[in-house]
């Protein structure tokens, strides 16, 4: 969590708090959420930990030591945007406000500072962004490479009058103590989580992947690198930008003015609906909108006439018709398409592309729901055809198995109850569970029925602020 900066010390100021307790409060809040929301970390990053501000200043050392002409100090003026953290350009403002937080105020600085030589590292970053793999989707990296081509500028690094960061390792000429940017000290969190300088972190570097939003792509794909390559350390493999969620059209940030209430929208229909509804909706390569009225719409087709309804059906069935035990029957044409969902769904998720990952596992929620109306087993139980039955109801247990594998992602606890459900006991663990995916090994389990995955609301939820 990046807890530095003049935004942060005036959000604290007008909070009648100091800093730290501050963001000690919003890290709790945050944590809180991710639990609620079933988001897992390996480790919960902030920059007030005293291991990561070791880590800021033995990286600036670094640099100092390996191209000690990369910093230098200069007088420098210029417009700045309290909610980027940003010196604007020219082309980034718009009727003299940021563009992308058009209802802050921007200042006009003055000061004299430590600069980074960001210009000496045009051609490396051109080469790296045109590298096949770098930096995606496309779009994003035509704009990166235009501003390359546009000339980069030498950025300033610290900053005069802020007590609130990380003091920079030297002083100015003048025995002056500035402040380190704020971005000059949260991107290094990416290296800093992996111990660094401690013995061991070359273990855990470089990151494979950065994923980061629209905004903030020239951090990640031309200053974050250019400091990695001044300090001669191994670059990220891969950066994904992806776009924003937008409510009702308007950017969520209460810096640029717009947001909606989180827990309200995890109340209307669960943690799982909302992750789900998200991921769907919102595509990974472009920006999405959404409403509360959509929202309604995805949980009753999607979830609770889609997943929900074919879960209820099935173990009914198989409770009904064969006492709870998956019947060992040959495959089906559920099962053929159960593989292909499962091949473009792989294809979409390794693409960084969650959508169309969530659109091919629900593709397969259709095919069979379709199929138990197709294959009617309540007649064919009526008519006694057993092998006929069998086949049926083999091949929607497979189906439910590898659904709860390819929904996990997006619907952690829904997943979890169904392969529970399913005879596979109380976890799905993510480094066997693909298997299922091929070969749903399920033939002779005992199911359960459970209750609703989804139920539908009584009455219509309100509408939410």
């Not at 079933?38 to 990561?52: K, L, S, V």
Request: net charge neutral.
């Amino acid at each position: 969590m990046d807890e530095h900066g003049q935004k942060v010390a005036q959000s604290a100021e007008a909070a009648g708090l100091s800093p730290q307790a501050f963001t000690d409060r919003i890290a709790g809040l945050f944590r809180a959420t991710w639990d609620r929301l079933d988001i897992t970390y390996d480790r919960f990053m902030r920059t007030t930990d005293a291991q990561h501000k070791t880590g800021v200043r033995a990286l600036v050392e670094r640099i100092y030591q390996k191209n000690p002409g990369d910093f230098y100090q200069k007088s420098y003026e210029g417009w700045y945007c309290v909610g980027c953290e940003l010196f604007k350009r020219e082309a980034e403002i718009e009727d003299g406000h940021c563009i992308i937080h058009p209802k802050l105020t921007l200042e006009r600085k003055t000061e004299r500072n430590w600069f980074f030589r960001l210009s000496r590292y045009s051609d490396f970053l051109r080469r790296l962004n045109t590298r096949p793999g770098f930096f995606e989707p496309e779009a994003r990296r035509n704009e990166i490479l235009a501003l390359i081509d546009s000339g980069l500028e030498d950025i300033s690094v610290t900053r005069a009058r802020l007590s609130w960061g990380i003091p920079w390792p030297r002083p100015l000429e003048g025995g002056e103590v500035q402040t380190t940017w704020v971005w000059f000290d949260a991107l290094p969190n990416y290296l800093t989580a992996t111990g660094f300088p401690e013995p061991g972190w070359e273990s855990r570097w470089p990151a494979q992947l950065h994923v980061v939003g629209k905004d903030i792509t020239r951090l990640h794909t031309v200053i974050w690198p250019a400091m990695l390559e001044s300090a001669g350390l191994p670059l990220p493999e891969h950066v994904w930008s992806h776009g924003f969620a937008l409510f009702k059209g308007e950017k969520v940030s209460k810096s640029a003015g717009g947001s909606f209430g989180l827990e309200g929208a995890i109340e209307r229909h669960g943690p799982d609906a909302l992750r789900y509804f998200l991921l769907r909706e919102i595509p990974w390569d472009a920006d999405g909108s959404y409403t509360w009225e959509r929202f309604d719409e995805r949980y009753t087709a999607d979830l609770a006439d889609g997943i929900g309804n074919l879960a209820s059906r099935v173990l009914a069935m198989l409770e009904r018709y064969r006492k709870g035990v998956v019947p060992d029957a040959p495959e089906t044409d559920l099962d053929r398409a159960g593989r292909d969902a499962a091949a473009r769904y792989a294809k979409a998720m390794e693409g960084l592309l969650l959508h169309k990952g969530a659109a091919a596992a629900w593709d397969l929620v259709t095919e069979a729901n379709v199929y138990v109306d197709r294959r009617a087993p309540w007649t064919q139980a009526k008519a006694k055809d057993e092998a006929g039955l069998d086949e049926t109801l083999g091949a929607l247990a497979r189906t439910l198995v590898r659904l709860a594998v390819l929904t996990s992602p997006f619907l952690p606890q829904a997943a979890v109850k169904l392969w529970a459900a399913m005879g596979l006991g109380p976890t799905l663990p993510p480094e066997r569970a693909w298997n299922h995916v091929s070969v749903p090994g399920v033939s002779g389990r005992r199911t359960a029925r459970i209750a609703p995955l989804f139920p539908k609301p009584e009455k219509a939820p309100e509408a939410a602020s």
